[in-house]
């Protein structure tokens, strides 16, 4: 927002063709990052859209051409009870699809610690973290069926911080799949970066592909800037990418003023 007309700045919507030029697009503005901050701070996300963007990544690690060893990360995410041994938890999902692939040191790449004894304290230390690294630079964020960014379920308010919440029986649905397809075993609560806290990142990159994302993107980028709707709040940040393949972007683009 520009505090002296109020106006918001417009959002930088990438529109490709297919899904694999979307991660593309990502996986090079991340690595442009890391290439051109001598310390960055990156803000990263779980799920099956980041899988191609993090491989792209440690291809291009792997080609000489990133080095990671200056990066501290933070995770938006982990499940509540899952520790980092577990397969099905984000701690593990990013040693499988980066971490272990790369030379970023594991004191910097930091997830939420799901079996923390005080989960509440543990919220509060993140933030605490977050903060003494100088801020994230550059979040990833993906989204999911009910509009969550990270693991914000609405309503979820703008300005919440890192806390315990409970998840939605839609995102319970949505990520089965890593539980046998079972929505019963998938954790009921989890530990999130809140919305205020994506908020101050400086700058925000929202990534999704695919038909089953077209609705949702729509009510993000075009309907009202509700707590009903989490990912909707990226709106009121001034510095946005977002890459959609032509797939998820349909319904937004018919309907965009
Ligand atoms: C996970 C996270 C979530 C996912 C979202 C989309 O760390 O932040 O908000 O980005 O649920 O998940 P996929 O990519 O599996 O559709």
């Given amino acids: 927002m520009n505090a002296e007309t ?10 490709t063709d297919t899904p694999d030029q979307a991660f593309r697009r990502a996986a090079d503005m991340i690595a442009d990052e890391i290439r ?11 799920g099956r859209t980041m899988e191609s963007i993090y491989r792209l990544l440690v291809q291009q690690y792997e080609s000489g051409g990133l080095d990671f060893s200056g ?9 509540a009870g899952l520790p980092p041994t577990d397969l099905n938890s984000y701690s593990h999902y990013m040693r499988e699809h980066l971490f272990a692939h790369v030379n970023m040191s594991s004191t910097k790449a930091r997830v939420p610690d799901g079996v923390a004894v005080d989960l509440d304290a543990e919220c509060a230390r993140y933030e605490v973290a977050i903060h003494a690294s100088g801020g994230i630079g550059l979040q990833l964020l993906g989204i999911g069926e009910t509009g969550h960014i990270g693991f914000n379920e ?3 308010a703008f300005d919440s911080r890192t806390r315990v919440v409970h998840l939605d029986e839609v995102t319970r649905r949505q990520n089965s ?5 079972e929505p019963a075993r998938v954790p009921e609560r989890a530990l999130t970066m809140g919305v205020g806290t994506i908020l101050e990142a400086r700058h925000l990159l929202l990534v999704a592909v695919g038909e089953g994302k077209a609705e949702i993107i729509n009510k993000a980028l075009n309907g009202p ?3 009903a709707v989490s990912a909707s709040a990226i709106r ?3 510095n946005v990418t977002v890459i959609l393949d032509k797939a998820s972007a349909h319904i937004w683009a018919q309907n965009r003023g």
């Fill in 6 to 15: 109020g106006m918001r700045k417009p959002m930088n919507v990438i529109v």
């Fill in 36 to 46: 051109s901050v001598p310390a960055p701070v990156l803000g990263l996300a779980t």
């Fill in 71 to 79: 990066a501290t990360s933070f995770n938006l995410d982990e499940y």
């Fill in 154 to 156: 609405p309503p979820s």
């Fill in 177 to 181: 799949g890593m539980f046998g397809n």
């Fill in 225 to 227: 800037v509700s707590e």
């Fill in 236 to 238: 009121l940040h001034a």
